[in-house]
């Protein structure tokens, strides 16, 4: 049977040489012809067709842009982490100390605490993505949103394991997730064949992700699966926290 002579073979070395833009365009003008399941939630339609186009090529492209990458890349997640910290103390911290916040604590007179309630808020939710940040300097894995502008519901990272893609949502603790965010991740993550529900750290504490269809993975057997060094990342993690209550506490002073 003869192909149309509209459909052309995918050159992957021709895709990877696109820009952002002209990758996004590909993968949408494609996903335009995937059919959506019928029992799928309509939000995550577009997410759907999406990840469809993205399984038929995405094994071959992260191997492909990832072939030269450097074996040692702590010095690169060291980097990312005081970029981090340093816009944080810098840029952030600074606003939010002057912030004069609107809660129960300030009612209080309790000034302090009414500060360090919302700088640790502001703190977890900008950490969020230094785990993102983090992930994709693996060689085996990579954001999709860096990578071509496009966002897939519920999903920070797509890596690598036995050959095939695996979805991932990523979290820094095991109790992150309050419990009416709990469905919607399940259903975001089990639109995938494989995906992994992560929290990036592990402190013990109960998970609020309870799910018989996600599997999930904590600390060192996430950071392992995509071969980064878990000690190393938390050892960093540690030392930026307590530079940032630091700087906290001598700007306070």
């Given amino acids: 049977m003869k192909k149309n ?15 952002k833009v002209d990758k996004k365009k590909y993968i ?3 996903s335009k012809t995937i059919k959506k399941p019928k029992k799928l939630e309509e939000k995550l339609h577009n997410s759907y067709k999406n990840k469809e186009i993205l399984n038929s090529f995405i ?17 690169e997640i060291t980097n990312k982490i005081d970029e981090f910290k340093n816009n944080f103390i810098n840029s952030k911290l600074p606003k939010l100390i002057n912030f004069t916040p609107t809660n129960l604590y300030q009612m209080s007179g309790a000034t302090d605490f009414a500060k360090i309630n919302i700088i640790l808020r502001s703190l977890s939710t900008s950490m969020g993505l230094l785990w993102e940040d983090i992930a994709t300097l693996s060689k ?11 966002k897939i519901n519920g999903i920070d990272i797509i890596f690598l394991k036995d050959d095939k893609p695996y979805y991932a949502q ?5 109790g992150t997730l309050t419990g009416s965010q ?15 529900f992560v929290a990036a750290f592990k402190t013990g504490t109960s998970w609020t992700f309870n799910s018989k269809k996600v599997k999930k993975l904590v600390g060192k057997e996430f950071w392992s699966l995509i071969d980064l060094d878990y000690d190393f990342i938390l050892d960093q993690v540690k030392k930026m926290i307590l530079e940032i209550q630091d700087s906290y506490q001598k700007t306070k002073n």
């Avoid at 094994?59 to 010095?75: A, F, G, L, S, T």
């Avoid at 085996?140 to 496009?150: M, P, R, V």
């Avoid at 990523?170 to 095991?174: A, G, R, S």
């Avoid at 399940?186 to 995906?195: A, F, P, R, T, V």
């Fill in 140 to 150: 085996l894995a990579i954001s999709t949103e860096k990578e071509f502008d496009i």
């Fill in 59 to 75: 094994v071959q492209y992260i191997r492909k842009i990832k072939e030269n990458y450097p074996e040692d890349i702590k010095p």
């Fill in 28 to 30: 949408l003008n494609k």
């Fill in 5 to 19: 002579k509209k459909e052309k073979e995918f050159d992957l070395d021709l895709f990877i040489k696109k820009s």
């Fill in 182 to 196: 709990v469905p919607r991740s399940e259903s975001e993550l089990n639109m995938h064949k494989n995906s992994y």
């Fill in 170 to 174: 990523i979290k820094t603790l095991e």
